[in-house]
């Protein structure tokens, strides 16, 4: 009797393994698949760049001659008028230059004066015939010099008032002191080029941003167009702004080369500050109310390879990476043609569909031909599939 439970042990053994066999049969002939509805809503296709705020006027305030600093009448962040005085040199050297200038313009007019009568009497001696006519030209040309040395003479006294004159440094600009480079009692030397002593900034509550933009990029930015950006200082605030200008001009930085775009910006509040690092989003196009799907969907592709209606479609043969790249995506606005995966409801395997699609903004892409709102798109799957080539490591070898 102790014999009989073994029958029951090993058909229970049986029932077990042949369940374990049909699970395993029917988890390996299926894939769960990850779908996203296709919806409606806003998109934005922009631009992306980093550039620097700068007054649109900024204006530096040097020294033409050398000379110690003798009074400093404006600081850091003060407001000045066209013409103010803001610095003052020692102007000591430069007015003893203009005594002695005017001294020397002084003995040559007194030659001049000299030679003038020197030449008039030898005129009146030859016309006596009591000098000779070498004389007479000795005297002209003597009455020349002498009013050539009074211009001479003339020229070095403007000069040197000109250096006194430029010992007064005045504002060139109405505006505000961003910058000072100097200190009372400091040398400034102007032997080869005028040293720096302010910086004034013409309109603070008008400024620009120079930003650099990839030259994949710009092509397509142009005048007018919005710009949105974002400060480090104000995180949670969004800026606008108007592109201006797209300069020429290429600027190569380890083999990267970009173009400087001019974006000006309204600051009536002085809340941005000239230096400030701006994140900036070029508002390329937009549309209120796209047909979009989520970017994943159009690079998903079966493990099996394409469907046969995926193969009968030129652009569903493209490999996963055979679209657009992103930098394109995100800098024009073309008609693309793709391919995505449609699971119908009651359907167990999905169905390649051929689309057309507009602007992106990296997440998401309009869809413009090809599906309709509410359709669900793979963008996923989990399991295996029921092609048994695909599961045996040895199947291969079949193919020769």
Request: a neutral charge; aromatic letters at 4%; hydrophobic letters at 40%.
């Amino acid at each position: 009797m102790l014999k009989r439970p073994l029958p029951l042990i090993v058909g229970a053994v049986v029932l077990i393994l042949i369940g374990l066999l049909v699970r395993k049969c029917s988890t390996g002939s299926s894939a769960t698949f990850q779908t996203i509805a296709v919806t409606r809503g806003p998109i934005t296709q922009a631009v992306t760049a980093t550039g620097t705020l700068n007054p649109v006027v900024n204006v530096q305030v040097g020294s033409q001659v050398s000379g110690n600093i003798q009074k400093l009448f404006v600081d850091f962040n003060s407001k000045v008028k066209a013409g103010d005085v803001v610095a003052q040199i020692d102007p000591v050297l430069f007015q003893a230059a203009v005594t002695q200038a005017e001294g020397d313009l002084a003995s040559a007019q007194a030659g001049l004066e000299l030679a003038r009568v020197s030449a008039t009497r030898t005129q009146q001696l030859f016309a006596n015939k009591n000098s000779a006519q070498a004389d007479v030209d000795q005297a002209i040309a003597t009455l020349h010099q002498a009013e050539a040395n009074v211009k001479i003479k003339q020229g070095a006294l403007d000069k040197v008032k000109a250096d006194l004159n430029h010992c007064t440094i005045t504002s060139p600009v109405d505006g505000e002191v961003i910058s000072r480079s100097v200190d009372v009692g400091q040398t400034v030397a102007a032997s080869l080029q005028a040293p720096i002593i302010f910086t004034i900034a013409n309109d603070l509550t008008k400024m620009q941003i120079d930003s650099n933009v990839a030259e994949a990029d710009v092509g397509v930015v142009e005048n007018d167009q919005t710009v949105d950006f974002t400060v480090d200082a104000y995180p949670t605030r969004t800026f606008h702004g108007k592109v201006v200008q797209v300069r020429n001009a290429p600027i190569t930085v380890q083999n990267v080369v970009t173009y400087d775009t001019v974006i000006g910006v309204s600051n009536a509040d002085l809340k941005l500050k000239p230096g400030m690092t701006a994140n900036v989003s070029i508002i390329i196009a937009h549309r209120d109310d796209a047909l979009k799907i989520s970017n994943s969907a159009l690079r998903y592709r079966p493990p099996e390879g394409p469907t046969p209606e995926a193969k009968a479609s030129p652009s569903a043969s493209r490999s996963p990476g055979s679209g657009p790249r992103p930098r394109e995506a995100a800098g024009r606005e073309r008609r693309v043609e793709r391919t995505v995966y449609v699971l119908s409801p009651g359907e167990s395997q999905p169905k390649a569909v051929q689309i057309k699609t507009g602007i992106s903004d990296n997440i998401s892409t309009e869809v413009t031909e090809g599906l309709h709102e509410g359709d669900r798109v793979v963008v996923g799957a989990t399991g295996t599939t029921a092609n048994p080539a695909s599961t045996n490591p040895f199947s291969a070898q079949r193919r020769f």
